[in-house]
């Protein structure tokens, strides 16, 4: 049974950073496509940053590049994105997600399977 346990959100001022981490099992990193996906508020789910199965392909949203970077721990089976410089348009749920065809896409549709989210809230 595959499952993803994101954890590491939380509040912080604008400008501050902060960690989100997520943890799978029943799957590995080394054979699907992983991603970080937000949704505020009565506002579709948005993509925010993918890495490939192979770790070579890394692509974020406009919105957070330069700023959000995503990484992964095989070893440890954990996915990470680092969020440096936080807005307060980055409050959401951040949900981590796999994609084990590797579509490369930036639609939720893509991806199968999906962790419960975690909530960033980042005050002005």
């Known amino acids: 049974q595959v499952q993803l346990v994101e954890s590491g959100g939380g509040l912080v001022q604008a400008g501050g950073p902060l960690r989100l981490s997520c943890k799978l099992s029943?799957?590995?990193?080394?054979?699907?496509?992983m991603g970080w996906f937000r949704q505020a508020p009565g506002k579709e789910r948005e993509f925010v940053a993918l890495?490939?199965?192979?770790?070579?392909?890394?692509r974020s949203a406009d919105s957070v590049k330069g700023r959000f970077t995503i990484s992964r721990d095989i070893a440890k089976n954990t996915l990470y994105l680092q969020m440096n410089r936080l807005k307060p348009e980055d409050t959401g749920v951040y949900f981590c997600?796999?994609?084990?065809?590797?579509?490369?896409?930036?639609?939720?549709?893509?991806?199968?399977?999906w962790g419960q989210g975690t909530q960033v809230t980042v005050s002005s």
């Open positions: 997600a796999g994609d084990p065809r590797n579509s490369g896409g930036y639609s939720p549709i893509l991806y199968d399977y």
């Open positions: 890495i490939s199965a192979s770790g070579s392909i890394i």
């Open positions: 029943g799957r590995t990193f080394r054979t699907d496509t």
